[in-house]
């Protein structure tokens, strides 16, 4: 694959040696870097949860731990992510410092013209497709998420011999990778995928140990760079799986998972029930302290410390989004203030206590002056706002679904696909088309069909410059979408009956989200200068006495440093 420049090697000699100096040199007060993702966390979020709400918690701060890193933090609160703001575009921004542009990353499923489909199909029924070795692509919709799985109704994704938990790269089934046929069919795995290198990359080839938990083990995409050797330690236990009880585990807040906590739940993936889902992420919460005390993520190896460690939370996300009929049990925020639901609250107070443990674990091994925690998101939610959620797709219509009964969209994104994994659509709606030059036919399509109650519920579209200038040109770009089309707020097209809110898109309440960097040596800030989560790779590189400009996207795009940090 063309676009894929240099697979395995995605530093310079030149970055890694003065990489490689600097660290042997040490880096002052920090010593390590705990990142933290709270999926889903907006920057709104921490002013509510630390100073409290009059109606919630008896008006008590309801995330105690993450207020008490704010007294020694610098608090970036006009940060925005990646957009897309899904995800795998929202991970891949944070740990590379690049854009979507730079990185070819859309969507964890998205599409690329310079491939073919997988051997065999996917769990979530992408593919087959031809691949002829040498021969021009056919282009194909990607996919890194769970259906690359070897079972994705695992927790350990079905990896051969694995512990209950404990897939991994293991559990990722090559057969159902996209090929490219210019590197003779072979299979592009997730760190392949990614086109710019990793702070995980840069700080183990520096001697540093590198560690990731995550929910899927497609997210070994961290890697790139380098490739797997990247991870020294990797947990990802698959989010998507089918729920079990988990011997051993007890959350950060008291509740034993030795059996299933809503066993009345939808128990196809973890991330239908408040409940549930915290005993999942309490796997990654348990891996974290583990690596703290010097193990590994199952406290199997003595290890080291890690130098660059952290996880992702997915319990704030669900508690934003989920509406459990079972239970009659629904999620989210009460008002456009950000006061969140009983439900909500549960879920903040999980994930405050866990990251409270991370504290209480650092001071016990006498780490916690030395280590800078960061904590940000992948993505908000949108919308805060109850009141203006429209709902799944209206009326039966989406972009998408238009553009394919005009014939536009390549059979593996069509909706008329019956055993196709579907388009890139949440509240954002992500357009391959099957020529570049259909584009001004498909837009008066979409422009045609505008209203929220009859159409689309449109709010801008990009394409042609308006796309080019922050992406690349889909006529150069085989990963380059033709049209991105953002709804009015509220509206989403993911189809689902069981939300109430999304990300993915553009939005407000999609993209400002936490940035909190915090050490004891720190004197407290808020910075209202608007920030991108990109800069937080370069900034952990230069908090850890590395060369930021070792990471392919500071010197390809200029990615800066945090401001006054």
């Keep these: 694959m063309k676009f894929i420049r240099s697979l395995s090697v995605g530093v310079s000699a030149l970055a890694l040696l003065l990489a490689s100096s600097a660290f042997a040199q040490g880096s002052g007060t920090v010593k390590r870097v705990l990142l933290i993702s709270v999926d889903g966390m907006h920057a709104v979020d921490f002013l509510n949860c630390a100073q409290g709400v009059s109606t919630v918690n008896g008006g008590k701060p309801f995330c105690p731990a993450i207020a008490a890193l704010g007294n020694s933090g610098i608090n970036y609160v006009a940060?925005?992510?990646?957009?897309?703001?899904?995800?795998?575009?929202?991970?891949?921004?944070?740990?590379?410092?690049?854009?979507?542009?730079?990185?070819?990353?859309?969507?964890?499923?998205?599409?690329?013209?310079?491939?073919?489909?997988?051997?065999?199909?996917?769990?979530?029924?992408?593919?087959?497709?031809?691949?002829?070795?040498?021969?021009?692509?056919?282009?194909?919709?990607?996919?890194?998420?769970?259906?690359?799985?070897?079972?994705?109704?695992?927790?350990?994704?079905?990896?051969?011999?694995?512990?209950?938990?404990?897939?991994?790269?293991?559990?990722?089934?090559?057969?159902?990778?996209?090929?490219?046929?210019?590197?003779?069919?072979?299979?592009?795995?997730?760190?392949?995928?990614?086109?710019?290198?990793?702070?995980?990359?840069?700080?183990?080839?520096?001697?540093?140990?590198?560690?990731?938990?995550?929910?899927?083990?497609?997210?070994?995409?961290?890697?790139?760079?380098?490739?797997?050797?990247?991870?020294?330690?990797?947990?990802?236990?698959?989010?998507?799986?089918?729920?079990i009880g988990l011997p051993g585990v007890t959350t950060s807040t008291g509740l034993s998972c030795a059996s299933i906590l809503d066993s009345g739940a939808d128990l196809t993936a973890w991330t239908n029930s408040f409940l549930n889902i915290q005993c999942y992420d309490s796997l990654k919460v348990n891996a974290i302290l583990n690596e703290i005390d010097g193990w590994d993520h199952l406290h199997t190896r003595k290890t080291q410390v890690p130098t660059i460690f952290g996880m992702n939370f997915q319990a704030l996300s669900v508690g934003q989004k989920l509406i459990e009929a079972s239970n009659s049990t629904t999620g989210g925020y009460l008002d456009a203030a950000a006061t969140p639901s009983t439900a909500l609250l549960g879920e903040f107070q999980f994930v405050d206590a866990s990251i409270g443990a991370f504290v209480n674990e650092l001071k016990k091994q006498g780490l916690y002056d030395s280590t800078l925690i960061i904590i940000t998101a992948k993505h908000g939610q949108s919308p805060i706002d109850p009141s203006r959620y429209v709902g799944q797709t209206i009326n039966g219509t989406s972009p998408a679904t238009l553009l394919s009964n005009a014939g536009y969209i390549p059979n593996s994104e069509s909706t008329n696909n019956p055993t196709g994994i579907g388009p890139t659509e949440d509240d954002v709606s992500i357009l391959w088309l099957n020529s570049s030059s259909n584009t001004a036919a498909a837009v008066a399509i979409l422009e045609a069909n505008p209203s929220v109650t009859t159409g689309i519920g449109l709010g801008q579209i990009f394409y042609g410059p308006a796309l080019s200038l922050n992406y690349n040109d889909p006529t150069k770009d085989p990963r380059s979408p033709d049209i991105i089309v953002t709804p009015n707020v509220g509206v989403t097209y993911s189809g689902s009956t069981a939300k109430q809110a999304e990300h993915g898109g553009f939005a407000h309440d999609d993209t400002n989200v936490i940035l909190l960097v915090s050490n004891p040596s720190l004197q407290p800030k808020t910075i209202r200068e608007s920030v991108g989560t990109v800069q937080v790779a370069p900034t952990i590189l230069q908090a850890l006495g590395l060369d930021p400009s070792a990471l392919d996207a500071v010197r390809k795009e200029g990615t800066q440093v945090l401001p006054k940090f």
Excluded at 132 to 143: D, H, M, V, Y
Aim: aromatic letters at 10%; proline letters at 10%; one cysteine or more.
């Design 79 to 243: 940060a925005s992510t990646s957009k897309p703001s899904d995800s795998f575009p929202g991970l891949t921004s944070i740990v590379t410092g690049g854009s979507p542009a730079l990185t070819g990353i859309y969507y964890d499923v998205a599409y690329s013209r310079a491939l073919d489909g997988p051997a065999v199909v996917t769990g979530n029924g992408n593919g087959p497709g031809p691949c002829t070795a040498g021969a021009p692509p056919t282009g194909f919709t990607t996919e890194y998420e769970e259906g690359i799985d070897i079972d994705q109704t695992k927790v350990n994704g079905g990896a051969p011999g694995a512990s209950l938990t404990d897939g991994g790269i293991r559990s990722i089934d090559p057969q159902k990778l996209d090929r490219d046929p210019a590197q003779g069919c072979k299979p592009v795995w997730p760190w392949q995928f990614v086109r710019a290198n990793t702070i995980f990359s840069v700080i183990h080839a520096a001697g540093g140990y590198a560690a990731w938990s995550d929910k899927h083990p497609a997210y070994s995409s961290v890697a790139s760079g380098i490739g797997p050797s990247a991870l020294d330690d990797f947990y990802a236990p698959e989010i998507n799986s089918s729920v």
